[in-house]
């Protein structure tokens, strides 16, 4: 049974940094493409950012633009993501999902309906 196990959400203030990983583990799958999504008390599940790996791009959310990055090779190891999250701020407390996609993949997609895989998510909070 594959999955996604997200790791390095905590507490942190204003202005603070965090590293979210994800790692897939259980049967060797095959991932066309990864995302974050977060998820705010109350409020809906939204797209943070993603990367599509076999066309090496990226694509991030505007207000996270600038201060969210999927670092490293965007062609290189499929079974993990990460997200740098700099300069937080108190918006961007919620519960951060990982979401894998293992079917064909020809664009970058911020719908959760596109990944077929979920972490169980982690807390990031951020104070002032």
């Known amino acids: 049974q594959a999955q996604l196990v997200e790791s390095g959400g905590g507490s942190v203030q204003v202005g603070g940094s965090l590293r979210l990983s994800c790692t897939a583990s259980?049967?060797?799958?095959?991932?066309?493409?990864m995302a974050w999504f977060r998820q705010a008390s109350g409020k809906e599940r939204e797209f943070v950012a993603a990367v599509t790996w076999v066309i090496s791009r990226t694509f991030y959310e505007d207000s996270v633009k600038g201060r969210f990055t999927i670092p490293g090779d965007t062609a290189g190891n499929t079974n993990t993501l990460y997200l740098q999250m700099n300069s937080l701020k108190p918006d961007d407390t919620a519960l951060y999902y990982c979401a894998a996609r293992t079917v064909y993949a020809n664009a970058v997609f911020t719908t959760p309906l596109a990944y077929n895989f979920w972490g169980q998510g982690t807390q990031v909070t951020v104070s002032s």
């Open positions: 259980g049967r060797a799958f095959s991932n066309t493409a």
